[in-house]
């Protein structure tokens, strides 16, 4: 079957940096997602990645490692407005998106 | 605003009852998206349209129906509630570029008694 694991819940400290860890595995892999989503609210987009590295985008880094089926989300400096859950996604060999429960990343002052 | 439009926001409903909940996208997205979001589980497919014309079933299709008249309009209907389908359900769509990235309305709370 296919499988997205991430922790179900994480805290931080503001100005912090956290890493939110995903493994997977799926049928076939076409790219992966991460998204934000504010309780409440609709999940938004924040990274993709098909290419083993490192994507970077202001505060946000996401790494991909296909051999090992991996993948993670780094926040840095991190602010009260980042409280959210993040969503981590793979595009499976149907070009269909596989989602994960989401990490509930909870800020503390 | 271009975005995605989804109506209502929320609605109870009786079970045995007939609903459609409504998607509107004016991005000229070909792919479209029905998921549902249920507490402690991913967000799961329903029925997806990757062109107006067509459509395909998720992981959890049964109990509910699409259609795709045209690009912008997606509905989903739900024949029977049942309690099951109790859920926060979001429509998506995406564009055709390389990503495919999937961008979602503001969801519908749906409460089935």
């Known amino acids: 079957g296919q499988n997205i694991d991430q922790p179900t819940e994480m805290t931080a400290t503001e100005g912090a940096i956290v890493q939110i860890n995903c493994t997977y595995q799926?049928?076939?892999?076409?790219?992966l997602f991460w998204y934000q989503q504010h309780a409440g609210e609709a999940p938004t987009f924040l990274s993709y990645?098909?290419l083993d590295g490192l994507e970077e985008k202001g505060r946000f880094s996401s790494f991909l490692s296909r051999s090992k089926g991996y993948s993670y989300l780094l926040l840095k400096e991190l602010q009260m407005k980042d409280s959210a859950s993040y969503l981590c996604?793979?595009?499976?060999?149907?070009?269909?998106?596989?989602w994960g429960a989401g990490t509930k990343l909870i800020i503390k002052p | 605003i271009a975005g995605i439009t989804q109506a209502p926001t929320s609605q109870i409903l009786a079970a045995g009852r007939r609903m459609t909940l409504r998607c509107t996208q004016d991005?000229?997205?070909?792919?479209m998206y029905w998921y549902r979001q249920d507490l402690g589980l991913g967000l799961r497919l329903i029925h997806y349209?990757?062109?107006?014309?067509?459509?395909g079933k998720g992981e959890v299709p049964d109990g509910y129906s699409v259609s795709r008249a045209n690009t912008d309009d997606f509905p989903l209907t739900l024949a029977s509630a049942v309690p099951s389908q109790t859920s926060v359900y979001f429509c998506?769509?995406?564009?055709?570029?390389?990503?495919?990235?999937?961008?979602f309305g503001a969801g519908t709370r749906l409460s089935v008694l």
């Open positions: 349209s990757n062109t107006a014309g067509t459509t």
């Open positions: 990645n098909v």
């Open positions: 998506a769509s995406s564009d055709s570029g390389g990503a495919n990235i999937q961008y």
């Open positions: 996604a793979v595009r499976d060999s149907n070009y269909q998106l596989i």
């Open positions: 799926t049928s076939g892999f076409n790219g």
């Open positions: 991005m000229r997205h070909n792919a």
